[in-house]
């Protein structure tokens, strides 16, 4: 585990040494493609300024403390999904199994009141956090808008990328078409571009950073042009240039009429974005951009992850179980008829969708935020009174069961019943919208990576009579 904190030293050697030797290369590259009104500094410049202190923290922290051991691997481990192993590196988000999620050190809450919002809006900008994943820094409300700007002005997708979405057959699930058209990206990535040229390593991250914003513009466009063709009309309204990110996909999915959807969507986008770097979207993207394939190939890689059952189709899971329980129980949602089904269906070897966490040991922040949604915009919803019921009455249930660690739920248990509020009722649908907000939280670490240097993953594998040599165990 001593490695688990490796960076290639070389790359920030070679880093360091160009930009004290030129300490206006980075702002250069920053200001190209820029779309700040020039009364705030932008993303790129920031993270530029930034990335001279990062990489010498690091360096300090390798040189000082590299023979460290920050814990031991027990032989569950191993055979458990890796839970609990310290073998990552994960800048923008950091998961306590108390807290929940803190976006570089600040909580959701907290982000509610610090992320700029939309004019007459209540929600956080997504466009906000990205900035504060890549940079550690709160924008200011300028800066946010500077990049909603500057997503909109790059959002256009390639007309190739297109006529693929219109020719995938209407009943290829939305998941595999996000993924195949985003893969399809990589004809234009700059840094695929320029590594078949020559680069100098110190160079990767800002192609990176150039792919990585182009996609995450483009992505709102293609994920409604998937929702059209599929359940709609096939007709797809164009981006907004003076409007934020979370409007335009509102608007692209046809729901911009409705103004609570698209505070719905702001705050979907910005607590679906990152949840640390060990689930299988994350690690994934990370893993293969530690190939240095280019972010398109990474974050396809890492959304067809995502379009597992066990990881991005929760959120289904529960919607439908909640439904079975609907037409079950009815209108009567008394605690002895919601701790009858949840009995029933534990008995039946089946688990409550929506509650537990490999990490967490409380009431995910991200339901809460939900939550606290729905009580202001749709409190009398049957759906919604259901919910809370269930709120109300599962974790009493789960830890008399006494098999679930966590018996809180998490934020699955209430994002599907949101959505189908409004009339997204289209399920198979769900991971893609999951999958356009993860690449805010995915692609801010992929261009950190390249910006420190780096080096490809290659853990140690064993087979099971090597390991059970290992532990001095007669098989």
């Excluded at 700007?149 to 190739?160: D, G, H, I, L, T």
């Excluded at 096939?234 to 609570?260: E, H, R, T």
């Excluded at 935020?369 to 009174?385: I, V, Y």
């Excluded at 008399?400 to 997204?424: I, R």
Aim: glycine share 8%; aromatic share 8%; hydrophobic share 35%.
């Amino acid at each position: 585990m001593a490695h688990s904190l490796r960076v290639g030293g070389s790359i920030l050697r070679s880093s360091v040494r160009a930009n004290a030797a030129n300490p206006l290369r980075a702002t250069t590259w920053a200001s190209t493609q820029c779309y700040s009104t020039g009364k705030s500094k932008s993303l790129k410049e920031t993270f530029a300024e930034k990335l001279p202190g990062e990489i010498e923290k690091i360096k300090k922290l390798r040189k000082d403390h590299g023979s460290k051991s920050v814990g031991e691997v027990t032989l569950d481990q191993v055979y458990g999904g890796a839970r609990g192993i310290k073998s990552l590196v994960w800048e923008g988000s950091v998961l306590d199994s108390e807290e929940g999620i803190r976006f570089r050190g600040k909580t959701i809450p907290e982000c509610q009141e610090l992320l700029p919002k939309a004019p007459g809006g209540a929600e956080p900008l997504p466009e906000g956090l990205f900035f504060l994943l890549l940079t550690g820094e709160v924008p200011s409300e300028q800066q946010v808008r500077d990049l909603s700007a500057e997503w909109a002005a790059r959002s256009e997708v390639p007309k190739f990328v297109q006529e693929l979405i219109d020719r995938c057959p209407s009943d290829l699930h939305p998941m595999a078409q996000f993924s195949l058209a985003i893969t399809a990206l990589e004809h234009e990535s700059a840094f695929a571009k320029a590594y078949a040229k020559g680069m100098s390593k110190s160079e990767y991250w800002q192609h990176t950073y150039e792919d990585s914003m182009d996609l995450i513009a483009k992505l709102p466009t293609i994920a409604a042009r998937i929702y059209r063709n599929v359940f709609h009309d096939g007709k797809v309204a164009p981006v907004q240039q003076d409007k934020d990110y979370g409007y335009n996909l509102a608007n692209q999915l046809g729901f911009a009429n409705n103004s609570d959807f698209v505070e719905l969507m702001r705050l979907y986008l910005t607590i679906h974005s990152d949840h640390e770097g060990g689930n299988v979207s994350a690690h994934t993207t990370h893993l293969v951009g530690s190939a240095l394939s280019s972010p398109m190939l990474s974050l396809s890689a890492g959304l067809n992850g995502l379009a597992g059952p066990l990881h991005g189709l929760a959120n289904q899971e529960v919607l439908n179980w909640l439904q079975k329980m609907k037409q079950s129980i009815g209108n009567d949602l008394s605690d002895e008829k919601i701790k009858e089904y949840l009995w029933s269906t534990l008995k039946s070897g089946q688990v409550v969708p929506g509650y537990g966490h490999a990490v967490l040991r409380k009431t995910d922040p991200r339901y809460v935020s939900q939550r606290e949604f729905a009580l202001k915009k749709l409190p009398d919803d049957p759906m919604f009174k259901l919910v809370s019921q269930v709120y109300k009455i599962a974790p009493g249930v789960l830890t008399e069961h006494g098999k679930t660690k966590n018996p809180f739920p998490n934020v699955d248990a209430h994002s599907g019943v949101l959505l189908q509020y409004y009339g997204l009722t289209q399920q198979s649908y769900y991971t893609v919208l999951f999958g356009v907000s993860r690449a805010i939280g995915v692609l801010p670490q992929l261009i950190i990576d390249r910006a420190v240097g780096a080096p490809i993953e290659r853990p140690k594998s064993f087979s099971t009579d090597a390991y059970a040599k290992l532990v001095g165990a007669s098989l």
